[in-house]
């Protein structure tokens, strides 16, 4: 069995930067990367000397491997895929990330920023509308058949990249019988609106009541920081300064409210 350490990397730029120094730092024999399987021959020829980083993301764009811009995917990708190219021992390096997965996801985003510039319009929510929809980023089969792939290529000491939600793939791998560390890219870090919304469905504990307002707080975020912010680093730490209203919120939840999915994802 192998030694893997699952490495929780939130959706920051800054973060990924704080990944790829963990990458460089600790010599590990296999990394995976939460990239679409359809990038795999890029990235071994990428890993192996082949081909630059200016020529692998030429032919990503070239060949529309991706969904998002590659402006986007870059803006988080980038810091991990230079430091892949200056590793200087023989590394494995793995996407493993099912490709008709990865673009639901995207889709998936692309109907949040939708129905995120309604509310901001209208300042109507359907909750049940967006509950449907973020349940496609919660998937517990994607999160089996991704540590399966794992557990079959994984040696030595290996690394998995992933994101808030790498706790479901350590726990698989633990079963599995390899020795496992989860770890995270940051000290400290603030979840997001949507991302504390995810967290609670997974659990069963989201109320209407809750999901309602911190929808409302996320298309805030967007609204008055993402759309007004160089980037959304820049967007994400001016947001905490003011993260007092989201953390009384979860400090006032009624526990007497019925949650709105109590029967979701309670083995996890």
Not at 157 to 171: F, H, N, P, Q
Not at 198 to 206: C, I, K, T, V
Not at 247 to 252: A, F, Q, T
Request: one cysteine or more; proline letters at 3%.
């Amino acid at each position: 069995m192998a030694r893997i350490d699952v490495l929780i990397v939130p959706g920051l730029r800054s973060s990924a930067a704080k990944a790829a120094r963990i990458l460089a730092d600790f010599g590990y024999d296999v990394i995976f990367l939460n990239l679409p399987m359809n990038l795999q021959p890029l990235i071994s020829e990428y890993t192996s000397g082949s081909i630059s980083l200016r020529e692998l993301i030429s032919k990503v764009e070239k060949l529309r491997l991706i969904p998002e811009s590659i402006t986007s995917w870059l803006y988080l990708n980038e810091p991990l895929l230079k430091i892949l190219g200056r590793i200087d021992k023989p590394i494995r390096a793995h996407c493993y990330v099912d490709a008709d997965y990865y673009h639901m996801l995207i889709e998936a985003s692309v109907r949040i920023a939708r129905l995120t510039f309604k509310v901001n319009v209208t300042d109507r929510i359907d909750v049940d509308e967006w509950i449907g929809v973020l349940k496609k980023h919660i998937r517990p089969e994607a999160a089996e058949q991704e540590a399966e792939f794992i557990s079959l290529k994984a040696g030595g000491d290996s690394i998995c990249i992933t994101g808030l939600s790498g706790w479901r793939i350590a726990k698989i791998l633990r079963e599995f019988g390899h020795e496992v560390k989860v770890r995270s890219a940051e000290r400290q870090y603030l979840f997001k609106p949507l991302e504390i919304l995810e967290a609670l469905m997974e659990s069963g504990n989201l109320t209407r009541k809750v999901a309602e307002e911190l929808i409302r707080e996320h298309a805030r975020f967007i609204r008055d920081y993402v759309l007004t912010s160089q980037s959304l680093d820049k967007a994400y730490y001016s947001w905490i300064n003011t993260r007092n209203r989201i953390v009384n919120l979860l400090c006032h939840v009624d526990q007497s409210e019925r949650p709105v999915n109590s029967s979701i994802f309670r083995c996890f």
